[in-house]
């Protein structure tokens, strides 16, 4: 027997035990996504509607794949503009960001 052949199997045991670890916490990190993030991002997408609530009715309903993509790109988009205002106007009234 080889001497080194004890260290190698602690080692492969470890490995093992490691990539059960990460999967285990993969799972518990994809819950957390969906029940945390997904409600988030949709109320997002909503909050971004108010001007035009077609789109989200569109995102949400529409029976392509195509059309719904469209609509949830104009939302992300339309979202990230109000950001994007809502930083120029705090900006302007002498808030800083660090």
Do not use: H
Not at 4 to 21: M, R
Not at 26 to 52: H, M, Q, W
């Amino acid at each position: 027997m080889n001497e080194t052949q004890p260290i190698k199997n602690g080692f492969e045991a470890l490995e093992k035990t490691l990539w059960n670890a990460v999967e285990v916490i993969g799972k518990a990190f994809n819950n957390v996504l969906e029940t945390i993030l997904e409600p988030l991002y949709d109320r997002c997408l909503l909050a971004a509607s108010a001007e035009n609530p077609k789109w989200y009715y569109y995102y949400k309903n529409a029976k392509k794949l195509r059309t719904r993509e469209k609509y949830r790109i104009l939302l992300q988009d339309r979202f990230f503009l109000l950001l994007e205002k809502a930083k120029t106007e705090k900006a302007s009234s002498g808030v800083q960001y660090v």
